[in-house]
């Protein structure tokens, strides 16, 4: 059976109210791998959130999953940005977060495999708790 395990949350730089330039992108997956090497290489699912300023709870905005890209290349493209950005303008004082759900190697270490179906069904396990935060 395929193991996954969760990490984060990591606050997602941001310019103002927007998510940051690829540079500080690049930064943060650079600080995430100082922490869990090999995590940004990494194949699972990641959950965008915001925590709206005064309160400890993130809530969850966008989830997503990598198969064919790992981390580094699937969380932060063009469409996803400007979903978390959307999220970031509806909580206006808010911080972004993001957790990654990482596939393991079943002796220790990240999964850089492809597993659609297994992927797709934590993507599914992970959206309808997510869906009801938000409301």
């Given at each position: ?112 495999q492809n597993l659609p ?19």
């Amino acid at each position: 059976m395929r193991k996954f395990q969760s990490f984060g949350p990591f606050e997602v730089p941001r310019d103002g109210k927007l998510i940051a330039d690829k540079d500080a992108i690049g930064r943060f997956w650079k600080s995430i791998d100082a922490k869990h090497p090999g995590l940004s290489g990494a194949k699972g699912c990641y959950v965008f959130g915001v925590r709206p300023t005064g309160t400890k709870r993130i809530l969850p905005w966008y989830v997503g999953q990598t198969n064919n890209q790992d981390f580094t290349h699937e969380c932060f493209k063009d469409h996803k940005t400007t979903h978390y950005n959307k999220a970031m303008h509806k909580k206006k004082k808010g911080t972004p977060y993001l957790y990654l759900v990482a596939s393991m190697k079943p002796k220790g270490g990240f999964s850089m495999q492809n597993l659609p179906k297994t992927i797709e069904k934590l993507e599914e396990h992970l959206i309808s708790p997510s869906y009801s935060a938000r409301r």
